[in-house]
């Protein structure tokens, strides 16, 4: 199956700032990655499916500006969540897509903004 | 739209106890549902799945139930272990994956 890593793992970051989050797919190579947002003690939310060579599609009320996605390559992409606030802190999980590849996620990456 | 809880219900069982999770879905047009166990911390971790044309699927050491008449899903842990203690979440695709609220599972030894 495939295997699907995220770098940073964590980081802590000031308001203001901006981050960039990987989701590689390490065995798969994906046309599709989804990227969801996990506050604590709550279920994931779908930010936006993020398509190889072409723009993000983006879930309603998730601002497209503020959480640019890229997906330059068929095992890469990433979320860069500009001008970072406190409520922006989540734990960011990505999926690989695909016939059949609802089971790959990524171990997820939890943002801290001070 | 999506499914998000303001807070998780939980369920605590003995060590050696059977558990069962439910979930109730909301989109008839779902094709395929699945069960994830998420750790603190961690990435969800798929258990089990089940198309809509079954009602019952089993694994090693659980069971998924699907009833299409009233939308609801349920999980079944045979033996409890204190490793099964994690936060379990359905999930339904019908177009996209859609998460439901979760439930806590806590094993006590």
């Known amino acids: 199956g495939a295997v699907v890593s995220q770098h940073p793992s964590w980081v802590i970051c000031k308001s203001g700032t901006s981050v960039k989050i990987e989701c590689r797919s390490l065995?798969?190579?994906?046309?599709?990655m989804f990227w969801y947002r996990q506050f604590p003690k709550q279920s994931l939310m779908l930010m936006a499916t993020?398509?190889?060579?072409?723009?993000?599609?983006?879930e309603q009320g998730v601002e497209k500006d503020k959480f640019l996605i890229n997906h330059a390559s068929l095992t890469l992409s990433t979320l860069t969540v500009t001008s970072a606030h406190p409520e922006d802190s989540s734990f960011y999980i990505c999926?690989?897509?695909?016939?059949?590849?609802?089971?790959?996620f990524g171990p997820g990456t939890r943002l801290t903004v001070t | 739209g999506e499914s998000v809880g303001l807070h998780l219900p939980t369920l605590s069982v003995q060590e050696g106890d059977n558990s069962i999770i439910n979930c109730a879905y909301s989109?008839?047009?779902?094709?395929?549902f699945i069960w994830y166990k998420q750790e603190s911390g961690k990435g969800p971790q798929f258990i089990i799945d089940?198309?809509?044309?079954?009602d019952k699927r089993q694994g090693q050491r659980v069971t998924v139930l699907l009833n299409k008449t009233v939308k609801h899903l349920s999980l079944q842990i045979a033996a409890t272990q204190p490793g099964d203690s994690a936060v379990y979440f359905c999930?339904?695709?019908?177009?996209?994956?859609?998460f439901g609220q979760g439930t806590e599972l806590s094993v006590k030894p």
């Open positions: 989109n008839s047009a779902s094709d395929y």
């Open positions: 999926r690989v897509g695909g016939g059949g590849a609802e089971q790959y």
């Open positions: 993020s398509n190889e060579g072409s723009k993000a599609t983006y």
């Open positions: 089940i198309r809509s044309n079954m």
């Open positions: 999930a339904e695709r019908g177009g996209k994956l859609i």
């Open positions: 065995d798969f190579q994906a046309t599709t």
